[in-house]
Nanobody, 118 residues
Framework: QVQLVQSGGGSVQPGGSLRLSCAAS????????MHWYRQAPENSQAPEYT?????????????TYADSVKGRFTISRDNAKNTVYLQINSLKPEDTALYYC??????WGQGTLVTVSS
């Protein structure tokens, strides 16, 4: 049974930083790409396909980012710990969202809320 357990998140002021973590079990983590998505809190009940893809890290370490987060977000992975991370810097109010990790096989983490406000 595949499980993705997220941690991190919280409330920060604009310009602040956070690190999100997503620990995987029940999967050969190192061979799959991993993704981070987000969804505005007011749309939390919307279908999964409406979530915005913000970052991807492939099994070879190659990363891609949405234009809206380039230069501010960094995705990384530790295959020894079966964990993917999302470092979020220079946070803006529009980054307020529920953040989800996802495997290439379609498994989702439980989501973690990031709130950016002064």
């Amino acid at each position: 049974q595949v499980q993705l357990v997220q941690s991190g998140g919280g409330s920060v002021q604009p310009g602040g930083s956070l690190r999100l973590s997503c620990a995987a079990s029940g999967i050969r983590f190192s061979i799959y790409a991993m993704h981070w998505y987000r969804q505005a809190p007011e749309n939390s009940q919307a279908p999964e396909y409406t979530r915005e893809l913000v970052a991807t890290i492939r099994n070879n370490g190659i990363t891609t980012y949405a234009d809206s987060v380039k230069g501010r977000f960094t995705i990384s992975r530790d295959n020894a710990k079966n964990t993917v991370y999302l470092q979020i810097n220079s946070l803006k109010p529009e980054d307020t969202a529920l953040y989800y990790c996802k495997t290439d096989l379609g498994h989702w983490g439980q989501g973690t809320l990031v709130t950016v406000s002064s």
